[in-house]
């Protein structure tokens, strides 16, 4: 197969890029800039363009069997302004509709679409699955206009959701974040100890994008986290029992929202995201619970 990805100098996308190469596939990849795209793995074919502009990279769009569309701005890069806001969300949405828009008409019969959990909001304890209602919130309102912007694909080709949760990594993102106040003796949980984190180990997250590649069974509304959520405190004990550090010194909401702003409501946000559609059509995941990922992750 032949996959184009969008987002692949990305810490998921450069990830996905070298393993569907290993796994035989030949690999497209969209880069904003030649510097940027020397950085993709060997053996992938790097293609200049702006994934939300119209342009000669669509041609080789085209040419490919399917697309991994992972393109926009980070979420968590720095405190939201109204300027921000529109960034976060015209990346996505501008480059889900180039890319679907292509797709409607010629090319790939697969789209693997990105989006996140964030499209539930928070939502305290609720058990919350693929079938579940969209918030209310801001990124609830982006997720649900990325995904929208998406959907005249599905005049060709089949359209997968990819709602991801925090992607684990051994390097940089989240855990990264996470982990340095533990490496001091300064851990401990970030807001409420009882907030639900929907977590997947990047080996799973490219594990089931591959799988969604190959699968004709997966369609609409995936969610991309681990079976085992893990509650805040959870989380933050399970960092320092990998890192050999106590988890004693939580970092209170005030001050998060002090610091953060809008942001921090990403940040605090608790959602009990499971995989239903994952487990149901029989992916099996490499990491199902979370010590062991963190194990494998942080030594």
Aim: aromatic share 6%; charged share 25%; with cysteine.
């Amino acid at each position: 197969m032949e996959v184009f990805v969008t987002g692949a100098t990305g810490l998921i996308g450069r990830a996905l890029c070298a393993a569907l190469l290993e796994k035989g596939h030949r690999v497209t990849a969209l880069s904003r800039s030649a510097a940027r795209g020397e950085t993709l793995p060997p053996g992938t074919i790097a293609v200049e363009g702006d994934p939300g502009r119209v342009d000669r990279w669509l041609d080789a769009l085209a040419r490919c069997d399917a697309c991994v569309n992972l393109a926009g701005e980070p979420v968590a890069g720095e405190r939201w302004s109204e300027e921000r806001k529109r960034e976060i969300e015209s990346s996505r949405v501008d480059a889900a509709a180039t890319v679907a828009g292509l797709i409607a008409a010629r090319g790939p019969r697969i789209l693997v679409q990105g989006s996140a959990v964030g499209f539930y909001g928070s939502r305290a304890d609720e058990l919350l699955d693929e079938s579940s209602a969209p918030g209310t919130d801001f990124l609830a309102g982006v997720c649900r206009r990325w995904e929208a912007a998406a959907e005249p694909a599905r005049k060709r080709a089949r359209v997968v959701l990819l709602r991801t949760g925090l992607v684990l990594t051994p390097r940089g993102g989240a855990l990264e974040k996470l982990a340095g106040p533990f490496r001091l003796f300064a851990g401990g949980p970030v807001g409420s100890p009882v907030a639900w984190k929907p977590w997947i180990h990047v080996a799973d997250e490219v594990g089931l994008i591959i799988w969604a590649l190959e699968e004709g069974r997966v369609d609409g509304p995936l969610n991309a986290c681990a079976p085992s959520p893990a509650l805040n405190r959870d989380l933050a004990r399970a960092i320092g029992a990998a890192l050999w550090r106590p988890s004693l010194l939580p970092a209170p909401e005030f001050a998060i929202r002090a610091l953060l702003g809008e942001l921090a409501e990403v940040v605090l946000a608790s959602q009990r995201v499971v995989p239903k559609k994952a487990l149901a059509l029989g992916y099996r995941f490499r990491f199902p619970e979370l010590g062991p990922a963190l194990k494998d992750l942080l030594r």
